[in-house]
């Protein structure tokens, strides 16, 4: 086939600090992740050794204050730095991506002295993290949560089971909402759970149709004892803090699903313009071209997209609209151009010697995690049509 690398990703970064930042991301991407990654997909491996390296290289707290351990970048650039990562292997930017939620509630909502006595370790001492609010009768409907945290003295106890938890079952710690007064969203509080607290344990991981090294299991909570001071925010106070959180992750995951899709083009590019039929690159019939030149626009609007969320939000602006509106289009378009990628490989895309149909079975859940897409359509119509008259 081709002999032709793909070209660097041209960005627009703020500081030479982020241009040394990408770089540096590159460099590990290319070194200790891709080589790797079919392989690795394939068995089913995590690789926490790779989780490691980034925190030891503070990849995992870029959005946070360095004063803890974190990088002090702004979202413009933490999102441009998964984007590369996950261009390389989803799993290893996707599981970022959900660190830096479940670091979320202790970051932004933490006392002084929680922060003190548990972020530094958070953000740079090598955990890993994992959230918990999903539930297997409660996902979009999230405020119907039934996990229970029940005071007894300073400390609460907690009983229930929390489902399709990225990292669920390894995770050092969990960042999880529990129910603590009545229903509905304002009787839920946020807790910051360590790995190994007794009565914690994990399910036997899912079997997924792709990012099989990515472990999703259900967590399940027996009279798990936790001191009120690992008690995030206010009581009642865990649905906002949730939902506040998720409007960061989707950006994540927007960044995530173009970085999935810019993998699958340069494959497509590499592989047309390698594969002759006729007389000629396959890249040369005007069937295939335009399918690329569609494939390479969908990818530079969602990365506007997102950039432009990102911006709002290093900015103090109110970003949710443009949040799920990154996240929709940037999933969506990750699994149209992974198809496209299988189709223009034809009988090789279909096959595991190239990566591109590990790259189509890897964007569908892109379009399901950290709410659905047709639940971004919800939350995009209210804010731009008002909320349902019900």
């Known amino acids: 086939m081709s002999d032709r690398d793909p070209q660097p990703v041209e960005r627009q970064l703020p500081t030479e600090e982020a241009r040394d930042l990408i770089s540096l991301v590159r460099e590990i991407a290319q070194r200790e992740i891709a080589p790797r990654a079919a392989e690795e997909e394939d068995a089913g491996r995590f690789p926490r050794e790779v989780f490691t390296l980034l925190s030891a290289s503070g990849l995992l707290g870029l959005p946070y204050d360095s004063e803890y351990g974190g ?79 029940v005071r007894d003295g300073d400390h609460w106890v907690i009983n229930g089971t929390k489902a399709w938890i990225t990292h669920g079952g390894i995770a050092d710690f969990y960042t999880v909402m529990a129910r603590t007064g009545g229903e509905g969203s304002h009787g839920i509080t946020a807790f910051l759970v360590p790995g190994d607290a007794e009565g914690l344990s994990g399910a036997v991981p899912e079997k997924k149709m792709g990012m099989k090294g990515s472990p999703t299991a259900q967590v399940h909570f027996d009279d798990v004892r936790v001191p009120d001071e690992r008690r995030l925010g206010d009581e009642g106070q865990g649905f906002a803090i949730a939902l506040s959180a998720l409007d960061s992750g989707r950006l994540g995951i927007a960044a995530c699903a173009i970085g999935l899709a810019q993998a699958a083009l340069d494959e497509a590019v590499a592989y047309a313009t390698g594969r002759r039929q006729f007389g000629h690159p396959i890249s040369d019939f005007q069937g295939l071209r335009f399918m690329i030149a569609d494939m390479a626009t969908q990818i530079e609007a969602g990365r506007a997209l997102y950039l432009a969320a990102a911006r709002l939000r290093d900015a103090g602006r109110p970003f949710a609209k443009q949040a799920a509106m990154a996240k929709l289009h940037c999933t969506d378009t990750a699994m149209k151009v992974t198809t496209d990628a299988v189709q223009i490989l034809g009988g090789y895309g279909y096959t595991a010697d190239f990566p591109v149909e590990r790259y189509m079975r890897e964007a569908k859940v892109l379009q399901i995690v950290e709410g659905t897409n047709q639940i971004q359509r919800m939350v995009i119509a209210r804010h731009v049509a008002g909320p349902e008259s019900r």
């Open 71 to 149: 990088g002090d970048q702004p979202y413009e650039v933490y999102l441009q730095v998964l984007e590369e990562l996950a261009a390389a292997r989803l799993t290893v930017g996707l599981g970022v991506s959900v660190h830096t939620l479940a670091s979320y509630a202790l970051a932004a909502y933490g006392t002084k002295q929680q922060q003190v006595e548990h972020l530094s370790a958070v953000l740079g001492g090598g955990l890993l993290g994992a959230y918990c609010l999903s539930e297997p009768a409660s996902g979009s409907d999230a405020a119907s949560l039934r996990t229970k945290a």
